[in-house]
């Protein structure tokens, strides 16, 4: 799969790009969401650097779901604006969504459809021709090792499976930005280390991530960039040397989240 150039990097947090300035993978501004008094995201700014590997992390709660879903169109913001490579969002849908492959989390599938089947079918329906949908499909199949399941429907997929069907759904259009929620979630080792070789062969071919996750090890190993989200708000953005300060980016996180690490008092009749 070919991949476009990858813009210019824009400093996260920066504004809207200059005139002539390549415009960022991924830019939020002042993006709200509330749902009855709650308010899930509260005025998020955020830039993500066109080529990067951008990793969103936050305590459970934290707004990224939220986030994310009304980054790819999925949920529609009460204030404030999405673009991905320019492209409003939602004034102008049809070409911000043909820049991005989205792997939501808790994707439904048509899982009475076998891997193969699911792809042709989404490809003719994204207009790709049919001998493209079938190579295309041909490569993800063998890459993603889902091609010794032909015959399986994807109901009777395991968890890894599931989300390496949904990264190649994600991925067939050939898109410039994909954006993933949980990506490694539940994912066997092995699973999972296809899932990363995969996307580091995808940012080194131009394209840009986005992905939220909980485990800190695997945003350090992969990610470039990094914001960290809690209560809505973005709490600290920016090149993942910069946010974790010297530190481990589990120890930076607890910081600047504020959270609580005890456990060391009470619970004692757990104690032989």
């Excluded at 504004?15 to 899930?40: I, M, N, T, Y």
């Excluded at 707004?63 to 009460?78: E, F, I, N, Q, Y």
């Excluded at 996307?199 to 990094?226: I, W």
Aim: hydrophobic share 45%; with cysteine; proline share 7%.
């Amino acid at each position: 799969m070919s991949h476009a150039p990858a813009p210019d990097p824009t400093p996260p947090g920066a504004g809207p790009s200059a005139p002539g300035q390549a415009p960022p993978a991924l830019e939020f501004a002042g993006l709200v969401k509330r749902f009855g008094d709650h308010v899930a995201v509260d005025h998020v700014d955020l830039v993500v650097p066109g080529g990067s590997f951008f990793g969103l992390v936050g305590p459970n709660g934290a707004g990224k779901t939220t986030a994310l879903s009304m980054a790819v169109g999925l949920l529609r913001p009460d204030a404030g604006s999405v673009r991905i490579f320019g492209r409003d969002v939602w004034n102008d849908p049809v070409a911000a969504k043909s820049l991005i492959g989205v792997l939501p989390d808790g994707m439904a599938l048509p899982d009475r459809l076998t891997g193969r089947e699911v792809l042709r079918y989404l490809g003719l329906l994204r207009g790709l021709p049919r001998e493209v949908v079938e190579e295309r499909a041909d490569e993800l199949l063998r890459v993603l090792e889902l091609d010794g399941a032909e015959q399986t429907v994807v109901v009777d997929y395991s968890t890894g499976m599931r989300k390496k069907i949904t990264l190649a759904t994600a991925l067939l259009h050939g898109p410039r930005l994909l954006v993933l929620d949980e990506p490694f979630e539940a994912v066997d080792p092995v699973s999972a280390a296809t899932i990363r070789t995969i996307l580091q062969r995808f940012v080194a071919g131009g394209g840009s991530v986005v992905f939220s996750s909980h485990v800190m090890a695997l945003v350090e190993q992969l990610c470039d960039h990094v914001a960290v989200i809690a209560g809505g708000r973005v709490e600290a953005c920016g090149a993942l040397d910069e946010v974790r300060g010297g530190q481990s980016l589990e120890e930076a996180f607890v910081h600047i989240v504020g959270a609580r690490t005890g456990g060391s008092e009470g619970l004692a009749w757990l104690a032989s």
